[in-house]
């Protein structure tokens, strides 16, 4: 029911920018938590940032002053902005859309963007 697809991953120096999109195949925001997790070889899944349906941002230690999660309703959009990329920001990056709470929880995932920090 829910399709999500990534873009905007790819290679940049230290210290660069990206900015990662999320494109929802409907308007879900209302219902789902939004959110980015990125893993990275031989590492577990973890999560980056989250927001909630109320407009609540939450930051995992390492990304937090520099990366910003947003959503865009009309384009029905999330994006994740990364600034000051580190090496070891290097990770597939997945957008998530959590349905937890629902009477029927379920959960959606995107195929994943590469983003890689090095020189």
């Known amino acids: 029911q829910v399709q999500l697809v990534e873009s905007g991953g790819g290679l940049v120096q230290p210290g660069g920018s990206l900015r990662l999109s999320c494109a929802t195949s409907?308007?879900?925001?209302?219902?789902?938590?939004m959110g980015w997790y990125r893993q990275a070889p031989g590492k577990q899944r973890e999560l980056v940032a989250t927001l909630a349906r109320d407009g609540r941002t939450s930051y995992s230690f390492s990304v937090k002053d520099r990366f910003t999660i947003s959503r865009d309703n009309a384009k029905n959009t999330i994006y994740l902005q990364m600034n000051s990329l580190k090496p070891e920001d290097t990770a597939v990056y997945y957008c998530?859309?959590?349905?937890?709470?629902?009477?029927?929880?379920?959960?959606?995932w995107g195929q994943g963007t590469q983003v890689t920090v090095s020189s």
């Open positions: 998530n859309a959590d349905g937890s709470r629902l009477t029927i929880p379920r959960q959606y």
């Open positions: 409907g308007s879900i925001f209302s219902i789902y938590t």
